[in-house]
C-alpha cells in the first residue's frame, strides 16, 4: 500500500512511540503528585514543555497542551473574542480558506452577534497582506489566518500578516497544524501572538496538541477545574502522548532539511507527471507551497470515483474536500481559489511522507493517469466535451 495522506495523519514514529512507552507502564504517576513518581511524571512533562517552547522560539510557559489542533483553534478564537467582547470589540478577521476547526468557531461566534470578514485568497490561494490592512476596524478583536493550508498547501506571508496585526495591536492567531514539523518557524520573528499545532500531523500521536499564547496575550480558563496547565486547561495530563508529540516535532526538526529536500523533488516530479494528463490544473502556489503537498484537479471527472479506484490500485489518497465525509458540497478551499463547482469536484490532493520513494511517485503517475482516462470514457459530461458540446474549463 502507497500512503500519500499524511496532511490527513502521519505514522507515529519509532521514536515517539518508543518514547511514550515507559508512562504507560513505569512511570504512570500523576504530574500534580508531590510523591516521588508523580515527581518523576512533572519532570518528564515540563521537559516536553521546554522541547515544544524551543521548537517555536517560544517560552515553556507560553505553551498549553490540549488535545489537538481542533481544541487549540476553538480555545484561542473564543478566549479572545470574548475577551474583546468585553471591551465592545465585536470583529474577527480570518480568511476564506481556513479548516473547518477556525470557520465553524467562527460560525458559532457569528450567531453571537460577532461581524467576521472572511479575507480573500488569490488564485493561487495566497492571502494579501493589503487586503487584511484594509480589514482591520477599531473593533476587531482578533486576526486569525493559517500558517499552511491543509488542502493546496499554499504558504501564507504570516511574518507580513502578523506585523500588521502588531502595529494595530490586534492579536494574531495562527492555525499551523499543517506546518510545524515540516516548515522553520519562529513565533517571534513570525510576529505570532497564538498558533495552534497537532502532534499527529509530524509523527506524533493522535489527540495531543498545543497551543502557543504569547506572555502578555490574555487567555481565558477552556476547561475549568484542577490547576493543570497554569489554571488554563484542567484534567490530567495526557503525558504519554505528550511525551510522543516532544519526541517526534524534535525529530522533524532536526531532520527538516534533509526531508523537505527530498519531499519537494517527489512532490514536483508528481506534480509534473500528473499536469501531463490532459486537461488538468495545480491548485495552489508552485512555489510558496508545503513541501509534501500535491493538488490538481481533472476536468469530467468526479473527485470520489478517482479516490475509490486508487484505493483499489493500492494508494492511499484523498480529494481534500468535503467529499470524502459524506457530504457532496466541494471543497471551500477551491470555490475560494476560483474554481468552479464542476472542476473543484474533480480534485485529487497527495500528501507525501518523507518514507514515500521514486518508484511511489512512478507508480501514482502511471495508476493516476490509467484512472482518469477510465472514469472519463464512462463520463457524459467529458463525451459532451470531446464532442464539442461543451467547453473545456481547463485547457
Ligand atoms: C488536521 C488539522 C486540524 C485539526 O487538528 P486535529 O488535531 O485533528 O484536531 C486543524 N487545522 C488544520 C490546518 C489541520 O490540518
Not at 110 to 129: C, E, H, M, Q, W
Not at 253 to 270: A, H, Q, Y
Not at 319 to 324: E, Q
Request: charged letters at 20%; a neutral charge; one cysteine or more.
Amino acid at each position: 500500500m502507497i500512503y500519500v495522506d499524511n496532511a490527513a495523519t502521519t505514522k507515529t514514529s519509532e521514536a515517539a512511540i518508543k518514547a511514550m512507552l515507559p508512562y504507560m507502564s513505569e512511570i504512570y504517576g500523576n504530574p500534580s503528585s508531590l510523591h516521588e513518581m508523580g515527581q518523576v511524571a512533572a519532570e518528564a512533562l515540563f521537559s516536553a514543555r521546554k522541547t515544544v517552547a524551543n521548537a517555536l522560539g517560544a517560552k515553556p510557559n507560553e505553551i498549553y497542551f490540549t488535545s489537538g489542533g481542533s481544541e487549540s483553534d476553538n480555545q484561542a478564537i473564543i478566549s479572545c473574542a470574548e475577551l474583546g467582547e468585553k471591551k465592545g470589540k465585536k470583529h474577527i478577521i480570518s480568511s476564506a480558506i481556513e479548516h473547518h476547526a477556525v470557520l465553524h468557531t467562527l460560525d458559532k461566534l457569528s450567531k453571537r452577534g460577532f461581524k467576521i470578514t472572511l479575507l480573500p485568497a488569490n488564485a493561487d490561494g495566497i492571502v494579501k497582506p493589503s487586503d487584511l490592512e484594509k480589514s482591520i476596524t477599531d473593533d476587531t478583536a482578533l486576526v486569525t489566518v493559517m500558517y499552511a493550508n491543509n488542502e493546496i498547501g499554499t504558504v501564507q506571508p504570516i511574518a507580513e500578516l502578523g506585523a500588521i496585526c502588531k502595529k494595530h495591536k490586534i492579536p494574531f492567531h495562527t492555525d499551523a497544524v499543517q506546518a510545524v514539523g515540516h516548515l522553520p518557524i519562529n513565533v517571534v520573528n513570525d510576529n505570532i501572538d497564538m498558533l495552534s499545532l497537532s502532534a499527529h500531523k509530524f509523527g506524533g500521536p493522535k489527540g495531543v496538541g498545543a497551543l502557543y499564547v504569547r506572555n502578555g496575550v490574555a487567555l481565558s480558563p477552556f476547561i475549568n477545574g484542577g490547576a493543570q496547565e497554569r489554571g488554563k486547561r484542567a484534567g490530567t495530563e495526557n503525558l504519554p502522548a505528550i511525551v510522543g508529540m516532544a519526541t517526534a516535532l524534535t525529530e522533524s526538526i532536526s531532520t527538516m532539511d534533509k526531508t523537505s529536500k527530498k519531499l519537494i523533488k517527489l512532490r514536483n516530479e508528481l506534480i509534473q507527471g500528473l499536469l501531463a494528463i490532459p486537461h488538468s490544473v495545480l491548485n495552489g502556489d508552485a512555489k510558496n507551497r508545503l513541501p509534501g503537498n500535491v493538488n490538481i484537479c481533472f476536468e469530467g471527472i468526479e473527485g470520489e470515483g478517482l479516490l475509490l479506484l486508487l484505493s483499489d490500485a493500492g494508494i492511499c489518497a484523498s480529494s481534500g474536500s468535503a467529499c470524502t465525509s459524506g457530504s457532496l458540497d466541494p471543497s471551500h478551499v477551491l470555490l475560494a481559489i476560483g474554481r468552479p463547482h464542476e472542476i473543484a469536484h474533480g480534485s485529487l490532493r497527495l500528501t507525501l511522507a518523507a518514507d514515500n520513494t521514486e518508484s511511489d511517485v512512478k507508480y501514482i503517475i502511471k495508476s493516476t493517469a490509467d484512472v482518469v482516462a477510465k472514469l472519463r470514457a464512462m463520463s457524459p459530461v467529458w463525451k459532451d466535451l470531446q464532442e464539442g458540446k461543451r467547453n473545456y474549463v481547463i485547457q
